[in-house]
Every structure is written in structure tokens, then in C-alpha cells.
């Protein structure tokens, strides 16, 4: 069983273009969050999605940052017209739902590490 | 809102002596704790989980954490470190018990080990 895959592990964008950031959660997991890093802080809570569906988007930006968890193929974090302010890396980690596993917990990818220049 | 403090930026310890990272959590009820342990440049690595029951715990790589509900801490302990353990460890809470089970982390403790 795979652990949570993201791509691409580095990505470079000029100012203004756009990033998408790619997440497949681990095999049975149909809960996905974004976590945002930046240098030298913790893990910022971005986005919760299930399949098809936005649960707690509370942590996003109001502009420029879109998430979704299709029903077939992996999550995409999509941030439009990057700026530098962007650079960080950005973790995705899955779950199982608590009520089929209650003492699960989540597991992070690599993490895609994001610079704009 | 809940929040994690991890009052120690820094920390650096000889190789063979005993550890104590800090970690404190403002939430009224008990939450879901963690500590994670990130090597530069990688992903997050889980040392170690409570969620209810004995309040020590017991994790990966001869790590240990013990809840204390009085004192809403959560520290994590190693009675002699390795110089692997070089790394940035994160305290993390969540509140869900079925559903949102979205983490708020702490800053990070960085720890250095010296020869």
C-alpha cells in the first residue's frame, strides 16, 4: 500500500503564472487536507475535502487558491497568478473516516515545495 | 479556537543524554494529540498519537509522550537521543472525534544533537 504521493516535490513558477499541486491519497483514504508551510513556521491548516465535496475550506485564501478531490483521480491544490508570498511548502495528508477506524490518524506526503521567482 | 505552543524554538542536547520537548494546548475539551517529527526537506513522520487511556504513550524510535490533563501539556521524551534525531519536531491537536479532524500545529521545536 503506497503512502500518500504528491507531485510535483519541487515546483518553480514565475510571478503571475499558475501552480497546480498534486495529491493521491493512500489506498481506502477518502479524506484529504492542504497544509501550507512556510520557512521557518508550522503547518497551516488549509483545506479539508472528501470525494466531490468541500468540507472546511476555512484555512484558504479568498483568492487565487482553489482546491478539489474529484471522484476519480487525485486532489489538486490550483493557485492562479502566483506571488512570491507563495514560496512554502505545501503538504497534503489523507485519513479514513474516524467512524470505520477510530484510532486512526493522518498521513502526510512528501510535500510539494513551491517557489516563485 | 484551539491553539498549540511549543515554547522551545531550539534545542540542542548532547548525544546520549535524555530529552524533553514541550508542547501545551488550549482547547476546553480533551483533544486529540500527536507528535511529528519532520527531516529537512521531507514529510511528516507520526512519533507517536494519544487519544485516550493511559496517559503515557509510547511511540516509534524509543519516543515517549505523557498527557497531562491538569497541566494541558503534552511532552515528549527520549532517555538518551541519537544523532538521527536531529530534526524539527511538531506538536499537533485535533478536537473531532467523527468528522473535521483537521490538525492545528504547534511552531516546530528544532533539535540539535552534539557530539
Known amino acids: 500500500n503506497a503512502g500518500v504521493m504528491q507531485n510535483p516535490r519541487h515546483l518553480v513558477r514565475r510571478r503571475g503564472q499558475e501552480a497546480r499541486l498534486r495529491c493521491s491519497p493512500m489506498?481506502?483514504?477518502?479524506?484529504v487536507y492542504w497544509y501550507r508551510q512556510l520557512p521557518e513556521e508550522g503547518l497551516k491548516f488549509m483545506v479539508y475535502l472528501q470525494k466531490e465535496n468541500i468540507i472546511d475550506e476555512s484555512g484558504m485564501p479568498k483568492e487565487r487558491f482553489s482546491a478539489e478531490f474529484p471522484k476519480e483521480g487525485p486532489s489538486i491544490l490550483r493557485i492562479q497568478q502566483v506571488v512570491r508570498g507563495d514560496s512554502a511548502a505545501y503538504f497534503c495528508a489523507s485519513s479514513p473516516p474516524r467512524s470505520k477506524n477510530p484510532n486512526t490518524e493522518a498521513f502526510f506526503g512528501q510535500g510539494t515545495r513551491l517557489t516563485v521567482v | 479556537a484551539q491553539s498549540v505552543t511549543q515554547p522551545d524554538i531550539h534545542i540542542t542536547v548532547s548525544e546520549g543524554a535524555s530529552l524533553e520537548l514541550r508542547c501545551n494546548y488550549s482547547?476546553?475539551?480533551?483533544?486529540?494529540l500527536f507528535w511529528y517529527v519532520q527531516s529537512p526537506g521531507q514529510g511528516l513522520q507520526l512519533l507517536l498519537k494519544?487519544?485516550?487511556?493511559?496517559?503515557l504513550v509510547q511511540g516509534i524510535k524509543g519516543f515517549e509522550a505523557e498527557f497531562k490533563r491538569s497541566q494541558s501539556s503534552f511532552n515528549l521524551r527520549k532517555p538518551s537521543v541519537h544523532w538521527s534525531d536531529a530534526a524539527e519536531y511538531f506538536c499537533a491537536v485535533t478536537i473531532s472525534n467523527f468528522g473535521n479532524e483537521k490538525l492545528t500545529f504547534g511552531t516546530g521545536t528544532r533539535l540539535t544533537i552534539i557530539p
Open positions: 494519544y487519544f485516550s487511556g493511559d496517559t
Open positions: 482547547y476546553g475539551a480533551t483533544p486529540y
Open positions: 489506498k481506502g483514504h477518502s479524506h
